[in-house]
């Protein structure tokens, strides 16, 4: 896609003309180009998003992410013996934490 087919197909898409889908783009364009920040935060923050991107960065091991893991892993099938014994990576996926957390709370669980 080139820059002429982005602003007809925006243009087609929200019925505005095409000189005012123009501007739009070339604003679009300068906050891009001037922004510090990722690509992934500008897409999240055009798409919408009302918080920033990892607007809040959670520690893995903050006490309440471990005990919120060990509270899954009691219920879980695999079970307790599991978190504490699995192989890391494995573990991690499986409760779909970070492996700092998994550590976290086998050092809780001794």
């Given at each position: 896609?080139?820059?002429?087919?982005?602003?007809?197909?925006?243009?087609?898409?929200?019925?505005?003309?095409?000189?005012?889908?123009?501007?739009?783009?070339?604003?679009?364009?300068?906050?891009?180009?001037?922004?510090?920040?990722?690509?992934?935060?500008?897409?999240?923050?055009?798409?919408?998003?009302?918080?920033?991107?990892?607007?809040?960065?959670?520690?893995p091991r903050d006490a309440a992410v471990v005990a919120e893991l060990v509270e899954r892993a009691k219920v879980h099938p695999l079970g307790l013996d599991y978190l504490k014994g699995g192989h890391?990576?494995?573990?991690?996926?499986?409760?779909?934490?970070?492996?700092?957390?998994?550590?976290?709370?086998?050092?809780?669980?001794?």
């Amino acid at each position: 896609m080139n820059h002429d087919s982005l602003v007809k197909d925006a243009a087609a898409r929200t019925g505005l003309p095409e000189p005012e889908v123009e501007k739009v783009i070339a604003a679009l364009a300068d906050v891009v180009h001037h922004a510090h920040a990722t690509p992934d935060e500008l897409l999240h923050a055009l798409l919408g998003a009302s918080a920033p991107l990892h607007a809040h960065p959670v520690d893995p091991r903050d006490a309440a992410v471990v005990a919120e893991l060990v509270e899954r892993a009691k219920v879980h099938p695999l079970g307790l013996d599991y978190l504490k014994g699995g192989h890391l990576g494995s573990v991690a996926v499986t409760f779909e934490t970070h492996a700092f957390t998994v550590l976290a709370a086998r050092e809780l669980l001794r």
